[in-house]
């Protein structure tokens, strides 16, 4: 066994824990970040703004992602099926749709 199957065996039970604190307090973690924001954005007096609102919406995106892991499979697919495709994300069957 590699040292990265080692760590992931090891983090396994930890990230199923992340994701119920995530699901349970994922209103506070939102008020917490915004909270966060605002106060770097006041502190470098607006200078990185933009880079403040995008990572701000990264780090959100990220805690909604882990606290509904449960609902997706490991693609980040709901069902199981890729986008606009089956399974595994082989494309449908039959000709293209006609424009």
């Not at 990230?15 to 119920?20: A, E, H, I, N």
């Not at 607006?46 to 609102?53: A, E, H, L, N, T």
């Amino acid at each position: 066994m590699g040292l990265l199957d080692n760590l992931k065996a090891r983090l396994e039970p930890a990230k199923g824990k992340v994701s119920d604190l995530a699901q349970q307090h994922g209103d506070k973690i939102d008020r917490g970040l915004d909270k966060m924001a605002r106060t770097v954005d006041e502190r470098t007096k607006g200078k990185y703004s933009d880079r403040i609102q995008t990572g701000t919406g990264k780090a959100k995106d990220a805690m909604d992602r882990l606290a509904h892991k449960e609902d997706k499979d490991d693609k980040g697919t709901e069902g199981g099926a890729a986008p606009g495709g089956t399974p595994g994300g082989t494309p449908p069957a039959g000709p293209p749709p006609a424009s």
